[in-house]
């Protein structure tokens, strides 16, 4: 498996696992349990089903941070958080019609599937997540914060990581 596959599949495997736990620890300490923000006379079926709303971000997280980990790596540290924006700005972008899609998917699920269905979730849902989603994000606070300096420590480690296996096996080559 080459370098970008194993990173990728790191960044998967691993903001998923964080992400996870993250809304379990909160989901206990928060009131009520409103870990995720929501709009008002919102259908909740993003606190109904969590984890399926949370895959999506990863793996657009995982893609984005892959193809920015060699950037990344080559920054000083003001400039790796102003990148750590961008990779969150690029997801939640890239997510949020997603969502969108999923939302729709579960209101029809709890209702009726129209004849028109495919079309509902691919038109409004997608519509609807670009409007809707990033406000969501923007209200689900302390998830959010904590999941943005994650994502940055997360990148950091993701970058670091396969780079000096890299350089380890550079290294044994020489020695060899």
Known sequence: ??????????YWITSFILATILYCIL???MPEHYVFGALYRMF???????????VIPCFFYGVIATLFAETFLKQKVTKQILLTFLIIIITILLS???????????DMKAGYFPSNWIL??????????L???WVIIILSIPYNII????????TKKGSELFKAKEITAHNTREKK
């Open 131 to 133: 409007g809707t989603g």
């Open 147 to 154: 999941g943005s300096i994650t994502c940055f420590f997360l």
């Open 96 to 106: 949020s019609p997603f969502g969108g899609m999923l939302w729709h998917y579960y």
């Open 27 to 29: 989901w206990v300490i």
């Open 1 to 10: 498996m080459n370098k970008a596959i194993k990173r990728l599949l790191f």
């Open 120 to 129: 509902k979730i691919l038109k409004l849902g997608f519509e609807w997540g």
């Open 44 to 54: 909740l079926y993003h606190w109904e089903y969590p984890i399926s709303f949370i």
